[in-house]
């Protein structure tokens, strides 16, 4: 089992990928977003390439839990991925993922131009941890 999770901004893609095993969320790369249909092809290049099993979509509610307009982008390119790939698209929220990767730079001693490279590959990492380790807890209450 093998999680891609993107975390859609208006001008970057944050991308991570799981272990083969689903454990551990590691930051993959920043696309660089300029239209739709390209960053989709992106996207299926990365789902292709790592033998992708499930994706994840990093939903960016406000703090209050209503949806925000960056919602309805995140949905559109979830429908319009929807029609491209054979994997299931769960959607995740986000909610601080970004603040989270902000102080982890920041504490890292980080420069503000290296932090604007990987900021949103680390959120993507952070928001694929959640989702993975949700996961893992859901199905040992289970057993």
Known sequence: M??????LGSKRIGVAISDPF???GQALETIASTNLERDILKVLEIVKNYDVTEIVLGL???MDGSEGPQVEKVRKFKTLLTEKVSVPIFEWDERLSTVAAERTLLEADMSRARRRKVVDRLAAALILQGYLDHRRNEASFLT
């Open 60 to 62: 960016p509610y406000n």
């Open 22 to 24: 689903g454990l551990i």
């Open 2 to 7: 093998r999680a891609l999770c993107l975390d």
